[in-house]
């Protein structure tokens, strides 16, 4: 076990293999171990401090919200608190937002595994920890379904989900990302993670726009899992970015006019999704839409982030 949050953020930011789901738990450990190194500091040293991890954290996966609504829940954690309890005040939100997140995450399961029955086809891409976990769910209630996945390249992670669905009794066909479309017409469901959610649109693997529009020409019921933690507000949505990835993990060009494009991520409408799980439930997009508006957002990291990104287009 690493005992460096510095270590441990580097590990998350190399990471090319896991969901945001997964992630996040690494980026809550790395609270904490900033947290028990940063015990010792005068409350004038605070800012600095925290201004300092927040960089790291969010810098490691710019793509996954909850990297993001973690910062901000440490944030207002001691927004406007005297300076003298800061630590415990930071210690404080850091629990709160570990233990909230985890009770959120498992709410969701129960309500995604409630939409998969038996005899379907459930179409799902990439591989979302979420989806995962929510069709082992499903399996255990009882259910006897079929799978068809992708292969999720450039890196593959879709085939590591058809594998784990697999081994656990679940019949798996897999695909290609190009063919999965076509595969919609025959599917009963689609269920796709998201690695951000925001008022208008959700950030998922690249290919999740052609899946979606494919699934309302078929009136397929297409789904997106995401609790509360994968949710930005309108001031933090813009600093979200997609980073571009190594060029190799596609092709070696060897010629000066060939380029590698290279991204993980893209936006799709929420209005293309028929609902959304969250921990109270399937939420419409409208509903989501207004929820997601009325997020409070640290001030204090509203100025920092601010700041880095002046600094990056300097």
């Not at 440490?74 to 009770?103: F, I, K």
């Not at 799978?147 to 784990?164: D, F, K, N, Q, T």
């Not at 063919?179 to 469901?189: C, D, F, S």
Request: aromatic letters at 6%.
């Amino acid at each position: 076990m690493l005992h460096d949050w510095r270590q441990l953020l580097r590990q998350v930011k190399a990471d090319h293999h896991e969901g945001a789901t997964a992630l996040l738990r690494r980026g809550i450990e790395a609270a904490r171990l900033f947290l028990l190194e940063s015990r010792a500091l005068p409350p004038s040293r605070v800012a600095s401090a925290l201004a300092q991890f927040t960089v790291r954290l969010t810098e490691s996966q710019p793509s996954m919200a909850p990297f993001m609504t973690l910062a901000n829940a440490l944030w207002l954690g001691v927004e406007g608190r005297p300076g003298d309890s800061w630590w415990n005040d930071l210690h404080d939100a850091l629990v709160r937002y570990a233990d909230r997140t985890d009770r959120n995450l498992q709410r969701t399961l129960r309500h995604t595994a409630g939409l998969v029955r038996s005899e379907v086809l459930v179409l799902t891409h990439s591989h979302s920890t979420a989806v995962r976990m929510a069709l082992l769910q499903a399996l255990a209630a009882g259910r006897h379904f079929e799978v068809v996945c992708s292969e999720s390249r450039p890196m593959g992670e879709g085939m590591a989900l058809a594998r784990h669905l697999a081994r656990a009794g679940i019949s798996v066909h897999l695909t290609t990302d190009a063919a999965l479309p076509g595969w919609v017409e025959r599917a009963h469901l689609v269920l796709l993670g998201a690695d951000a959610v925001f008022v208008g649109r959700i950030a998922n693997k690249v290919g999740t726009q052609a899946i979606l529009h494919a699934a309302r020409r078929g009136r397929v019921p297409a789904y997106a899992l995401a609790d509360s933690s994968k949710w930005l507000p309108e001031s933090l949505a813009g600093f979200w970015r997609v980073r571009e990835e190594a060029p190799g993990e596609i092709a070696h060009p060897r010629h000066v006019n060939l380029h590698v494009d290279n991204r993980y991520f893209e936006l799709a409408p929420l209005a293309l999704l028929t609902g959304l799980a969250w921990e109270e439930g399937i939420g419409r997009p409208a509903e989501i839409r207004r929820r997601i508006a009325g997020l409070a957002v640290s001030r204090g990291l509203m100025r920092l982030l601010r700041r880095r990104k002046k600094s990056r287009e300097a």
